[in-house]
């Protein structure tokens, strides 16, 4: 079973972008199961580095944040293609709680993936011959990146913290909001007007009871064809949002796998060596960075 879901129904719901990455993604599938993901526990980590050199602690620190780039752009993606597979079935289900429910949270998926990896391939790039040196071994300058840790940290450990629970602020879950507002960012079309709008139909507000009746000289009737009616206006709607938040999950976790491509530790995903991201603006000054 392909991991993007038929591309000719997604792209009845997100356009042509499904075509684009539904074809991409189904190519580099087979790729992105064949690298495995070794961390050591931070208690560990404090005892052992105690007896290594700044060079040793240099090498398994940036060997970390690599696969931490890495785990994060694979689970983006497939996270984003299963919920894009669930918007499919329920949509030809005529189910409108499960098409909204579907469509809501990809909206919050894209806003996630989007504010954490944007900044990862570029940042990767700018700093290819550091990263590599450490990778060698031979660093003699200990190099960390903080804000890249609480990045990809926050992406794989972000959760609600319970009251008076201690923990780091990247594990912190931040609000819906705040993905909203990233998406909204993006200037895909009215974002917060859609986002409203399927919380109203999967909350029990009054959407969630309206859209099931049919009104006739004053006289309501439960009509189930009225919930196929408001799901296929619903989402002809929603589509540019929703094609705008595969970009905003798909583009950064793309760009991330093909920079780290630079660091040969990970298996090359050669399909990804032949599409062509100029359309993307991040990618040139960061293909320029890793000549």
Same mark, same amino acid.
């Given at each position: 079973? /392909?991991?993007?879901?038929?591309?000719?129904?997604?792209?009845?719901?997100?356009?042509?972008?499904?075509?684009?990455?539904?074809?991409?993604?189904?190519?580099?599938? $087979?790729? &992105?199961?064949?690298?495995?993901?070794?961390?050591?526990?931070?208690?560990?980590?404090?005892?052992?580095?105690?007896? *290594?050199?700044?060079?040793?602690?240099?090498?398994?620190? *940036?060997?970390?944040? #690599?696969?931490?780039?890495?785990?994060?752009?694979?689970?983006?993606?497939?996270?984003?293609?299963?919920?894009?597979?669930?918007?499919?079935?329920?949509?030809?289900?005529?189910?409108?709680?499960? *098409?909204?429910?579907?469509?809501?949270?990809?909206?919050?998926?894209?806003?996630?993936?989007?504010?954490?990896?944007?900044?990862?391939?570029?940042?990767?790039?700018?700093?290819?011959?550091?990263?590599?040196?450490?990778?060698?071994?031979?660093?003699?300058?200990?190099?960390?990146?903080?804000?890249?840790?609480? #990045?990809?940290?926050?992406?794989?450990?972000?959760?609600?913290? =319970?009251?008076?629970?201690?923990? $780091?602020?990247?594990?912190? /879950? !931040?609000?819906?909001?705040?993905?909203?507002?990233?998406?909204?960012?993006?200037?895909?079309?009215?974002?917060?007007?859609?986002?409203?709008?399927?919380?109203?139909?999967?909350?029990?507000?009054?959407?969630?009871?309206?859209?099931?009746?049919?009104?006739?000289?004053?006289?309501?009737? &439960?009509?189930?064809?009225?919930?196929?009616?408001?799901?296929?206006?619903? /989402? !002809?709607?929603?589509?540019?949002?929703?094609?705008?938040?595969?970009?905003?999950?798909?583009?950064?976790?793309?760009?991330?796998?093909?920079?780290?491509?630079?660091?040969?530790?990970?298996?090359?995903?050669?399909? &990804?060596?032949?599409?062509?991201?100029? =359309?993307? $603006?991040?990618?040139?000054?960061?293909? !320029?960075?890793?000549?």
């Amino acid at each position: 079973m /392909a991991l993007f879901p038929d591309v000719g129904k997604a792209k009845a719901l997100f356009g042509d972008a499904a075509g684009t990455y539904g074809s991409i993604i189904n190519e580099i599938e $087979p790729f &992105l199961v064949r690298d495995g993901y070794k961390f050591e526990p931070v208690e560990e980590f404090e005892q052992r580095s105690a007896n *290594w050199t700044v060079g040793e602690i240099n090498r398994i620190y *940036w060997v970390e944040m #690599l696969q931490r780039a890495h785990m994060a752009s694979v689970a983006a993606i497939v996270r984003t293609c299963r919920w894009v597979d669930v918007a499919v079935r329920e949509y030809d289900a005529a189910n409108i709680f499960g *098409w909204s429910s579907a469509a809501r949270s990809i909206i919050e998926a894209a806003g996630d993936a989007g504010e954490v990896l944007a900044a990862v391939p570029r940042t990767l790039a700018e700093n290819k011959m550091m990263i590599q040196g450490c990778l060698s071994g031979s660093s003699t300058v200990l190099q960390t990146s903080a804000d890249l840790e609480d #990045l990809l940290i926050h992406f794989s450990h972000a959760r609600r913290i =319970a009251k008076g629970e201690i923990a $780091p602020d990247s594990h912190r /879950a !931040k609000s819906s909001a705040t993905y909203v507002d990233f998406v909204t960012r993006m200037n895909v079309g009215d974002v917060r007007s859609l986002y409203s709008a399927l919380c109203e139909i999967v909350h029990p507000a009054s959407a969630s009871v309206a859209l099931f009746f049919t009104g006739v000289d004053n006289t309501l009737t &439960l009509d189930f064809k009225s919930e196929g009616d408001f799901l296929k206006r619903n /989402a !002809k709607a929603s589509r540019q949002v929703l094609a705008g938040c595969l970009m905003s999950s798909f583009n950064p976790a793309l760009l991330t796998l093909r920079v780290l491509h630079s660091f040969d530790h990970f298996t090359k995903i050669t399909p &990804l060596k032949k599409v062509n991201f100029n =359309a993307i $603006p991040a990618w040139p000054p960061i293909e !320029k960075l890793l000549k």
